[in-house]
Every structure is written in C-alpha cells, then in structure tokens.
C-alpha cells in the first residue's frame, strides 16, 4: 500500500508538476510559481533549483523508465551547461535571469556541489561524457579555491575572492563555514565516487566522514553542529533536525559507496545516535518539527524536513529492523504529508511549509530558488528502489 502510494504521487504529482515549468523558450525552468498557483515566466532562475531539477529528472528515468523524463533532463543539462556557468573564471553562478544572462554571480561551494551532484547524475543515466568532465571541473575548482585545511569554505565573489557568507547563515550570525554545504559536499562526492569510482574523490569522501565524526558530531548532545567561525568553532545552541535526519541516510550511503568497512563501524555509531535524538526530540508523534534554537523549539513543518523523515526512518530501519518506531514514525509521517503537505489544488504540488495544526500560514511559493523536487522526489524515488512496503 505504502509504495503504490509513494509511486502515485510520484508519478501523478510530483513529476507532472515539473514537467509543466519546462520553459522552451529561454532554457531551462521557469524560476518561481507563487502559492496563488501563478506561474511567474519571468523571474531568476536560481542555479541550484535547476541543479536540483536535472538531477530530479535523470533519477526519474531511472527509476520509472519514462523517456520523457530523459529529455527533461537533457532540457535541464544544456540549460545548466550554456547559461549557468561562467565561461570565463569557472564555477556555476548563483543566480540566471529569465532569459540566460548571469544574474547573481556570487560563487558558493554550496552551489557547486548541487551542480556537481546533477552532473555526476546526468553522466550515469544518459552517457554523456561531457557530463562527467564538467562535474570534475567544478570538483577541481571546490578542492583548489573552496577548502582550506580545516574545512570547506562557503561564499565568492565571481573571481573567487572570500565575501560574507549571507546565503547560509541565519539567526542573525555569519557564519564562515557550515554543517549544512559540508554534508552535500559530501553527498555530491559520493555520487561522483558510484559513477567513476576515482580515489581522489574517495580520499575526500573519508576525510569529510573524519570531519563529521570528529569535528561537527556533538557526542554529548547526539546531534551535528551548524554553523561555525573560520577555524571550526561552533557559533550558536542549534539543533537542525531536518539536516541531521537527512545526513544520518547520506552518511551511511556515503559508507555504503566507499565499502570500507572501518569507517561503515566508525560512522554507524553517529547515524544510529543521530536517529534516536531526533526521534526522541524531534519527532511530535506525527511529523518532524524544524529545529531547535537555543531550546525553543520551531514547530514549522517543512516539505523537505519531512520527506527527509520518511527516508530517515526508513533507511534506520533497513539497518536494524529491531528499531521497529523507525518504521512507525515513518509511517505517521507519511500520513501526516498525504494529509497535509501534499497540496490537493489543481496544478499544485507540495507546500512549503505548515504550522503544527497543518496549515500553510506563511503561504510560500510552490516552486523558486529553494523550492524544488529534490527531497520530495528522492524519497519516492528510494522507496521504490528499496521496495519498502507495509
């Protein structure tokens, strides 16, 4: 039932909605569809929503088999190849405006590692080798202009010189590294790793893995530390609970990627420690609230927070199927979005956000620059291919 279901809104929902931002006329995605169900052809289109919406679509095929869905992402590739990067100095920019010219062109390691991700993808589906190369490209330009020895550093200005990192930070810091472009540094290396197997990413993979275990894991308190100054002090008492179920899954597929078996044990202590905190602390019994600042606790119900739940609890589950309130909060949680955060408009798909009764108060956008069909798509899509099922 759970999987016709996860299928249904896959393929009838999520799929659907996507297809119908395609913008023939200028490339790529149009950028911004408000909550009123208006789509607005010529706002920015934001880099890492295309990013997101190539690798969406190649995962699509290969999940589904659909065709169509093939050219969507080849649509989405060369949009990405011929607008989003800068030709000149490297690296995707932040930012295009309608029509293909650079809007923002602020570089973020962030950024780069989604368009990584999306190539490295692409690759692997269509056998595309230029694919590959521009994935490696941009590897090359994160390991050469955005790490120092401690960590991975964020925002740039289009040369590449340091600016303040404005895009991820919050609660009023600013905050020189982050949890958050770590941990998919890491999961756009992983995928980079499973389609060409190369050491030197294998190599960062292990050494971001030290960094998650070492350095951001707070054994104490079972939970990964946000943000943090140059030199890797954490800078405030947040307790992000969507990042922390998403990277307790990509962590282990990262370990299942590299199939070594010292950092499988090694790693395994953090992400079974970080499920049962946010199960504990996180979860209200039918869904996952956001985070906790400074003790209080935001009870926003995000899209993307939840649908990262359900595979979190899920993939928990697969590694020790003992952990049966793995699979039950999986489930309520899946009630919970089929109930409330799947948008039963017309021409709609998820919302944004919910307040803790279900509601969509804040009324964001259905689709822009951060809202998209990564999280919501890979859940589906790795249901399906782990066959899960109640």
Known sequence: MFIKEVKDSLVNNIIPFWKNLRDNQNGGYYGYYDFNLKLHKEAIKGVILNSRILWFFTNA???????????????????????CLDQEFGGVYWSITYDGKPEDTTKHTYNQAFAIYALASYYDAAKEPQALKLAYDLYDLVETKCRDDIGYLEAFDRRF??????????NGLMASKTMNTLLHVFEAYTELYRVD???????????????????????KRRMLE??????????????????????????????????????????????????????????????LNNESFKGEVDTTKIWWVEAEA????????QKDPSKIEYMEAAAKIWDFIKEYMI??????????????????????????????????????FEVMKRNVDW
């Open 226 to 287: 946000v943000f943090f100054d140059e030199n890797m002090k954490t800078l405030s008492d947040l307790n992000s609970y969507g990042h922390d179920i998403e990277a307790s899954w990509l962590i282990d597929r990262g370990c299942e990627v590299l199939s070594d078996e010292t950092y499988t044990v090694k790693m395994r202590k953090v992400t079974d420690a970080l499920r049962d905190h946010i199960l504990e602390e996180g979860f209200d019994g039918t869904s």
């Open 197 to 219: 197997k190369n050491e030197k990413v294998g190599s960062c993979l292990k050494w971001m893995l030290d960094q998650f275990a070492e350095v951001l894991y707070n054994p």
């Open 61 to 83: 095929y290969t999940t589904t088999g659909d065709q169509d869905c093939l050219d969507h992402a080849k649509h989405a590739y060369e949009f990405l190849r011929e607008s």
């Open 310 to 317: 359900v595979l979190g609890y899920i993939n928990g589950y």
């Open 343 to 380: 948008d039963k408009r017309k021409g709609s798909e998820w919302f944004y956000d919910l307040d803790k009764n279900g509601v969509p108060v804040s009324k964001k956008e259905i689709a822009g620059p951060w809202k998209c069909p990564y999280h919501n798509g890979r859940m589906c």
């Open 161 to 170: 010189h340091p600016v303040d990192n404005e895009k991820l930070s919050e």
